[in-house]
């Protein structure tokens, strides 16, 4: 397992601030930030905030936060999956009609949105997991003390190049922040039926 600094990433935009904490790394997010193509809503952002490093196809990435905090509508926090501007993944949780929900926006010229209500993971810590296998990212979820979800499966195709890394947005509101407090590299899935470990001391 590798521990990525936060200082070795790099902004697809940056945010308007960000400052190391205890245990962690906060972030608050510019409001109206987010990333979305053309589906159903016609419109097109592309200037939410990724913190972007090197991803190897044969490892796994994961980020954890802290959802405190979490109350506008669209406020959310994970992974981005990084390839270009009409080409991304990005997944977390995502507060949606007054909850918080988990879930994933696959994008390839066009985004599409899958997600699922999780109010018992309000103002907890998350931990959101992306692993390569042969054409595919499986993207698994967990809040603390709990195991991992598997909620998404979606196509990447092998030898292509991604970068990836922690993801926040404020669609409809000032002052999201947002406190992460891991980023590592570590091996990547067996299998899709069978559970990575839950690091250390995380239960």
Request: glycine fraction near 10%; proline fraction near 7%; include cysteine.
């Amino acid at each position: 397992m590798k521990t990525i600094e936060w200082s070795s990433g790099r902004w697809t935009h940056e945010p308007v601030s960000t400052r190391t904490v205890p245990g962690g790394f906060m972030v608050e997010a510019v409001k109206g930030s987010d990333y979305w193509q053309k589906t159903l809503y016609g419109f097109q952002h592309d200037d939410g905030h990724a913190l972007l490093a090197p991803w190897e196809e044969d490892r796994a990435m994961e980020v954890s936060f802290s959802t405190q905090g979490f109350s506008g509508l669209y406020d959310q926090a994970g992974i981005m999956l990084w390839h270009g501007p009409e080409r991304w993944i990005k997944a977390g949780i995502e507060f949606n009609d007054g909850l918080p929900h988990v879930g994933a926006v696959v994008t390839d010229g066009y985004s599409d949105w899958s997600l699922s209500p999780v109010p018992e993971w309000a103002g907890k810590e998350i931990t959101l997991r992306a692993s390569r296998m042969k054409d595919a990212v499986i993207i698994r979820a967990r809040a603390e003390g709990e195991g991992w979800r598997t909620i998404r499966v979606a196509r990447l195709e092998p030898g292509s190049a991604w970068q990836a890394g922690p993801m926040v947005c404020a669609p409809t509101r000032p002052g999201l922040q947002v406190a992460f407090t891991r980023w590592v590299l570590t091996a990547s899935d067996k299998d899709l039926h069978e559970d990575p470990p839950v690091p250390s001391g995380a239960e």
